[in-house]
């Protein structure tokens, strides 16, 4: 079975880091890209990044570009997402996702992806 756990999620002060982590297990193909997502409630859920586990293209959307970067390490099956200089609008529960093929080209879409995790909460505060 496909599962993916998301952890690292914290309280942190603007500016700071945080480096989540999506725990991957029940697949060993590559032939999939892993995506990260962020939702506030009451607000749709926002593609923000991902990483094809092919090619190890990636992704970033405009929103966390230049402050955001995705990895993967293959021997752990893990992905994971670098966040620094944290702002109040990154405050949000961050999920990842297993998208059924491996491209990784374009803006991250919530319909594509087909496994998810259960979330890891982020809060950026002064």
């Known amino acids: 079975q496909v599962q993916l756990v998301e952890s690292g999620g914290d309280l942190v002060q603007p500016g700071g880091s945080l480096r989540l982590s999506c725990a991957a297990s029940?697949?060993?193909?590559?032939?999939?890209?892993i995506g990260w997502f962020r939702q506030v409630p009451g607000k749709e859920r926002e593609g923000i990044s991902c990483?094809?586990?092919?090619?190890?293209?990636?992704f970033y959307a405009d929103s966390v570009k230049g402050r955001f970067t995705i990895s993967r390490d293959n021997a752990t099956n893990t992905v994971y997402l670098q966040m620094n200089s944290l702002k109040f609008e990154d405050t949000a529960i961050y999920y990842c996702?297993?998208?059924?093929?491996?491209?990784?080209?374009?803006?991250?879409?919530?319909?594509?992806?087909?496994?998810w995790g259960q979330g890891t909460q982020v809060a950026v505060s002064s």
């Open positions: 029940g697949f060993t193909s590559n032939n999939y890209a």
């Open positions: 990483i094809s586990l092919f090619d190890s293209n990636t």
């Open positions: 996702a297993r998208r059924g093929i491996w491209y990784c080209s374009g803006p991250v879409y919530e319909y594509e992806y087909e496994y």
